[in-house]
């Protein structure tokens, strides 16, 4: 074979051939190279929004414009027309439908007015206009209620919000709940925007950069749909009692531990608990979040639409969409799965109706052992059995969907409470007894909310006439400065 | 051999460039295998599929399927019989696919092709070889005897299992899927970006 030299050195030109082909070769590779950079950066530009959007922006208008799908349904909050047996998003007044609350809470603002609450897009007009706000309070309150609380906390810290008061913040939070509550804007990734959560979870050991995006479609909810509670008498800061478990008698023993009392009782001087909403603790005992299926799965379940298939944003109670919701994994008609939904939410119901009459009779005849003359030392075993039967009573009754969630992790917890006011009203009875009282004590007429708020001298009327007024002073002030504020924004 | 080497042996005088162009080549070359993650398609990972972005939308129906706790691409769409198929099948189907991709001849909807549709339903029957038990379904057919009606596809009745109905390059978008890790080493933006 002739070498490829002696072939040059006689025909020079083979040697151009050569050069010329191989810089053909090496321009190819680079097009080629170039053309995978360009489909890697594709990727960018295909799955992000159209319009960058800045950290900590709180108007969801904003974040709607780039997400014209997801904006739409999540409008659809704005509906009161869809009432369940339980729940929904129509505004129930629940002291008119269960009036023996308004004894249970005596002593406390929730006895002026509970209603069950509406879509996101009501969060600030609903917490504005509640009979519960607008007397002296910390702004703790507002955390869970606007996007604009993550931008003010940015700018003062978290400990310097709870420190201030509600009327404080009152301007600054506008923007009912909505996107920035849950995403970054940068990567849309879901996201905890709120300290006690994260603060919650770092106790417990847990690493928060870890967790994966299945748990996140819990967690962006349990940022409020959590029992918490204020920390310290100045400081006010939002803390999570998840230290010793998320049980209904670990959250208990925990506040004890730390001696948490939310009022002290008007009629049987408890030193009660106040369950907030543990939707999410009690949620993690039920079947289908055993079974690894999370809020979002059922509460915002995927719509398609025109060939795009996205997350519906309309936060709801699944009753709304059952086939959406329900018959992804289960195939029963639509009839069946309701009667399926109900019929737990029924028995746990019933159980929860009696869990409140004995504990309504409990706080009555605990009021006349009082008022015949027992002493602290006689009572105080009875006030710590009612303080935790009132309190596994609300951790149930309070939690939105537990009856549905987990209703066996229900039934548990309403048993222990029925027999802890049963056992109460047994050690009253003797105490009755010893001051010469005779029993039965007669019971007030609480068959509707009025009768139950006039047996406890409540001017409900003059409470609402406060509110009325406080409604006509303030808010247009704080509307304006807000307004003011936002045009400021780019 | 040694004959052949010095048979291609440039001029003495032309020795340096040739060293320093067949490097540049050599160079390019791994710099391809780098930002094509070439090395991943060797593997099972899921996330090798999504190298390129027109795959998102199987990835994503996929991982909110009830298969992803079980199986990934791979499982379904890769004969599973014996490594030689397998990785035979890997790279006649990659080819295929680099090509379409390079030069921008993806449809708008990809469908599966016959060779791919035969493979995914005998990986159907490899795992569910139990609930065709002694059923008439539980006899293999391919593409060709499908369409003359002598048997079905799983699919056929299970369509939504596991990529879902709506499946067009736009059906998901911001789907969240893992993004592709940047071609630049970590130390290098480090000394790029220093923080």
Request: charged share 25%; glycine share 4%; net charge positive.
């Amino acid at each position: 074979m002739r070498r490829l030299q002696d072939i040059i050195s006689e025909k020079p030109w083979v040697g151009w051939v050569l050069f010329l082909s191989t810089l053909v070769i090496v321009f190819l590779i680079g097009v080629f190279g170039a053309s995978i950079v360009e489909r890697r950066a594709e990727t960018r530009f295909l799955f992000n929004a159209s319009k960058p959007i800045k950290e900590f922006e709180p108007r969801n208008e904003v974040w709607g414009d780039a997400f014209p799908r997801e904006w739409e349904t999540y409008l659809h909050t704005i509906d009161t027309t869809f009432a369940t047996k339980y729940g929904g998003n129509a505004s129930i007044d629940m002291l008119e439908r269960y009036p023996n609350l308004v004894i249970l809470w005596a002593g406390y603002a929730f006895a002026k007015g509970y209603n069950q609450g509406r879509g996101h897009l009501h969060a600030i007009e609903d917490v504005r206009n509640s009979l519960r706000t607008g007397q002296p309070q910390p702004a703790t309150c507002w955390t869970c209620k606007s996007p604009d609380v993550p931008r003010v906390m940015n700018k003062i810290g978290p400990a310097e919000f709870y420190k201030k008061t509600w009327a404080d913040l009152g301007p600054e939070i506008k923007n009912p709940i909505g996107c920035a509550d849950c995403h970054d804007p940068k990567t849309l990734n879901l996201t905890i925007t709120r300290p006690a959560l994260i603060e919650a979870l770092e106790r417990q050991g847990k690493n928060v950069k870890k967790i994966s995006h299945q748990e996140m479609r819990s967690l962006v909810c349990a940022q409020c749909h959590v029992e918490y509670y204020f920390k310290g008498k100045e400081a006010k800061y939002l803390t999570f009692p998840w230290d010793d478990g998320i049980t209904a008698e670990k959250i208990e023993a925990y506040y004890d531990s730390v001696e948490h009392v939310d009022f002290v009782h008007y009629l049987s001087k408890t030193p009660i608990l106040k369950a907030q909403h543990p939707d999410w603790e009690i949620a993690q005992f039920g079947i289908h979040s055993e079974r690894g299926v999370t809020c979002v799965d059922c509460h915002m379940p995927y719509k398609s639409e025109g060939g795009v298939k996205f997350t519906n944003h309309q936060i709801v109670s699944p009753v709304m969409y059952i086939s959406s919701a329900c018959q992804v994994c289960h195939r029963q008609d639509e009839q069946v799965l309701l009667k399926n939904i109900y019929d737990r939410q029924d028995k746990v119901r019933q159980l929860t109706g009696t869990a409140e009459e004995i504990l309504v009779k409990a706080h009555i005849e605990a009021k006349t052992a009082w008022d015949n003359g027992a002493a602290e030392d006689e009572m105080k075993e009875v006030m710590t059995l009612i303080r935790h039967a009132q309190w596994r009573w609300d951790f149930v009754a309070a939690s939105h969907g537990a009856s549905f969630h987990a209703p066996i992790e229900c039934a548990r917890i309403l048993a222990t409470s029925i027999q802890k006011s049963e056992e109460a009203r047994g050690l009253l009875a003797a105490i009755l007894t010893k001051h010469g009282v005779k029993l039965p004590i007669k019971m007030p007429d609480l068959s509707t909310k009025a009768e139950a708020q006039s047996y406890l001298g409540f001017d409900i009327v003059k409470f609402t006439k406060e509110k009325a007024q406080f409604r006509k002073e303030k808010i247009p002030e704080w509307d304006k400065q807000a307004e003011e504020r936002e045009k400021n924004y780019k | 051999m040694k004959k052949i080497i010095s048979s291609i042996l440039p001029p003495k005088n032309w020795r340096g460039p040739v060293i320093i162009a067949s490097a540049v080549i050599t160079g390019l070359f791994l710099l391809i295998l780098r930002i094509s993650n070439a090395f991943s398609y060797l593997s099972d990972d899921p996330r090798a599929c999504i190298n390129c972005h027109v795959m998102t939308t199987e990835y994503a129906s996929w991982q909110r399927s009830s298969h992803a706790r079980v199986a990934a691409c791979n499982d379904c769409h890769v004969p599973q019989s014996n490594p030689i198929s397998k990785y035979a099948f890997k790279a006649s189907d990659g080819l295929r696919h680099s090509f379409m991709f390079t030069f921008r001849l993806e449809p708008q909807v990809i469908q599966i092709k016959e060779a791919g549709a035969n493979v995914v339903q005998l990986n159907c029957m490899r795992c569910h070889e139990n609930q065709l038990h002694r059923t008439y379904l539980s006899k293999t057919i391919d593409l060709e005897e499908r369409d003359a009606g002598i048997g079905r596809f799983c699919w056929d009745c299970h369509r939504e299992t596991p990529h879902g109905r709506v499946k067009s390059l736009s059906a998901y978008p911001y789907a969240r899927v893992p993004v592709l890790e940047p071609a630049v080493p970590e130390w290098l933006q480090d000394l790029s970006n220093p923080k």
